[in-house]
């Protein structure tokens, strides 16, 4: 157990539809970042907060925006959702110091998100 | 940009047997390397970083990976393989990019490569 939790486990919704994901960072950590899992894309970060400010961005779409709050725990908003969106999404957490490229990030159990 | 590559879908190895799982890399300037190992229905389990120092890192389960600077390789290997070893297994590298940098904190993932461990 990684100390990472993310609700819920599964999602199951329709296209257009919006859903949030969350995250609870490890006790301490103060990064939180998002990752998708796909057959095709493989894994790929979206975006990573840290102190409750953003502070990397990657292939993250205009639909897709996240926040991490004062507790320091994380919600990805998913809009307008598409078949293609289905996918497992990843909170991982770091302590996250400004200068933390070789902190370990460590990884939640994952969001199963199907969109029928 | 960095990337990185793992040039086997699949290993197959029999248990007691020594195990590789390769992984090449690309990045501009010094590269951070992970090893991460994925269960079914899991999510993903750190085993080992190199940041610097000794080319040989040892992690977690009797793993260890090799950094190997002129080939931009990050091999993980071990000794003798378990059944229990079977997974899916990502190598990620970071790169040192300027506070503020867009990518700044991003782990490029390879592909994943399965490891199968037969009895």
């Known amino acids: 157990d990684s100390g990472v939790t993310q609700t819920p486990k599964h999602l199951i919704t329709a296209t257009g539809q919006r859903v949030t994901l969350r995250c609870s960072p490890r006790s301490g950590d103060l990064s939180v970042y998002w990752y998708q899992q796909s057959l095709d894309q493989g894994l790929q970060f979206l975006i990573q907060y840290y102190n409750g400010e953003e502070r990397a961005k990657g292939n993250i779409l205009e639909r897709f925006s996240a926040q991490q709050f004062p507790d320091l725990h994380s919600e990805l908003n998913l809009s307008s959702l598409e078949l293609g969106d289905s996918a497992l999404y990843f909170c991982?957490?770091?302590?996250?110091?400004?200068?933390?490229?070789?902190?370990?990030?460590?990884f939640g159990p994952g969001t199963r998100l199907t969109v029928l | 940009a960095q990337s990185v590559a793992q040039p086997e879908d699949q290993v197959n190895v029999a248990e007691g047997n020594p195990l590789t799982v390769k992984c090449t890399y690309s990045?501009?300037?010094?590269?951070?390397l992970f090893w991460y190992v994925q269960y079914p229905n899991r999510g993903l389990q750190f085993l080992l970083k190199?940041?610097?120092?000794?080319?040989l890192v040892k992690g977690s389960y009797g793993f260890e990976a090799e950094f190997n600077k002129s080939q931009t390789s990050f091999h993980l290997k071990k000794p003798s393989a378990l059944v229990s070893d079977s997974a899916l297994y990502f190598c990620?590298?970071?790169?040192?990019?300027?506070?503020?940098?867009?990518?700044?904190?991003?782990?490029?993932f390879g592909q994943g490569t399965i490891l199968t461990v037969h009895p």
């Open positions: 990045v501009s300037g010094n590269p951070y």
């Open positions: 990620a590298v970071r790169s040192r990019s300027p506070a503020g940098g867009t990518s700044y904190g991003k782990l490029t």
């Open positions: 991982a957490s770091s302590v996250g110091r400004v200068a933390g490229v070789t902190d370990t990030q460590y």
């Open positions: 190199y940041i610097t120092g000794d080319n």
